[in-house]
């Protein structure tokens, strides 16, 4: 960008995640802050195409860092997967003056954006969603608060579970991701965690270990499962209550999930993220990613960030199944 940015957009698009408010608060705040008009872009890019934007301003965002979901809504948009639904995206987003874009999503949402920059839009990515999935960032707004929901679940789960001797299978979400079981599994006291980036066998993983610790006494169970494993949780339940006789519940937890007020942490990594996105497109950059590496803060090229790929963490999953004995 060589002029002046004097207006710029933003959307939240895909599923929506805890903390998307924070993000929208801070880049209203602070680009107002900075002289820069702000335009609010409803259900995401289908309400770009759809020319459903307004105006914000400092009360647009009052009231709204302690909300869940996001105040500019979100939904999926089929037709921008198409290069004349991108092109369409191009034209308004001139026809409006937007000189940049904030787009906050998961990694869906960043290749419009990316799609966007490279006919012309400047955009900003910035990682929203509770799977905490995108490769480039170690965190995405949302999965903090995601991670204390699942565990708030379980332990009411586990109360029933302890006075019936039973075993609860508890299926969270991510997509193909298992962070949020992993660091829910860990937080809850889960006996075994199953995740797709870690091929298991039920009678090894499970059913013997399960046996192995009613021998020391233990009576009740949690079984956390992430939904991208491929099998069935009511299926897992059977099969365990069969193998070992402990009476086993399956429980989908579902978009339960992805609701509620957002964390401390949720809200605190959303506004530096906001703010962050905004400085970016005030000094002229676009084209990237903000993301956070190291416990840090910072922004990628669009492109590399949508090339890298995802780390498991195999160090917390061993310390998960050596504690859980």
């Known amino acids: 960008m060589d002029r002046k940015v004097k207006t710029i957009g933003?959307?939240?698009s895909g599923g929506d995640a805890p903390g998307m408010n924070a993000v929208i608060r801070a880049v209203a705040r602070g680009a107002i802050s900075k002289g820069i008009r702000v335009m609010g872009i409803h259900h995401g890019y289908t309400g770009l195409l759809n020319g459903d934007v307004f105006e914000m301003n400092?009360?647009?965002v009052s009231d709204i860092l302690h909300r869940g979901g996001t105040v500019l809504y979100t939904a999926r948009c089929p037709e921008f997967k198409t290069d004349e639904g991108v092109q369409k995206g191009v034209?308004?987003?001139?026809?409006?003056?937007?000189?940049?874009?904030?787009?906050?999503?998961?990694?869906?949402?960043f290749r419009g954006a990316r799609d966007l920059s490279i006919k012309g839009v400047p955009c900003i990515g910035v990682p929203g969603t509770i799977d905490n999935d995108i490769a480039s960032s170690e965190y995405t707004v949302g999965f903090d608060t995601a991670v204390n929901t699942v565990m708030q679940m379980v332990d009411r789960l586990?109360?029933?579970s302890q006075s019936h001797d039973r075993c609860s299978v508890v299926e969270v979400m991510g997509r193909r991701c298992g962070d949020l079981a992993l660091h829910a599994g860990i937080a809850c006291g889960a006996t075994c965690i199953l995740v797709?980036?870690?091929?298991?066998?039920?009678?090894?993983?499970?059913?013997?270990?399960?046996?192995?610790?009613l021998n020391t006494g233990k009576h009740h169970f949690i079984i956390m499962v992430a939904e991208g494993v491929g099998k069935d949780v009511t299926e897992i339940a059977k099969e365990i209550e069969m193998a070992t006789g402990v009476e086993s519940r399956a429980t989908v937890l579902g978009h339960?999930?992805?609701?509620?007020?957002?964390?401390?942490?949720?809200?605190?990594?959303?506004?530096?993220?906001?703010?962050?996105?905004?400085?970016?497109?005030?000094?002229?950059?676009?084209?990237r990613v903000v993301v956070m590496q190291?416990?840090?803060v910072i922004d990628l090229?669009?492109?590399?960030?949508?090339?890298?790929?995802r780390v498991f963490d195999t160090k917390l999953y061993q310390v998960a199944n050596d504690i859980s004995i």
């Open 158 to 160: 586990r109360d029933t």
């Open 91 to 109: 034209d308004m987003c001139r026809s409006l003056g937007m000189d940049g874009l904030v787009v906050v999503g998961g990694d869906g949402s």
């Open 301 to 309: 090229d669009i492109l590399e960030a949508l090339q890298q790929e």
């Open 58 to 60: 400092l009360r647009t």
């Open 294 to 296: 190291q416990g840090k």
């Open 10 to 12: 933003i959307l939240s």
């Open 196 to 213: 797709p980036e870690v091929p298991f066998d039920m009678e090894r993983d499970v059913i013997d270990k399960m046996k192995k610790t």
């Open 256 to 287: 339960v999930q992805r609701g509620g007020s957002p964390s401390a942490r949720d809200r605190i990594v959303g506004s530096s993220m906001g703010y962050h996105a905004v400085e970016l497109l005030e000094q002229g950059i676009g084209n």
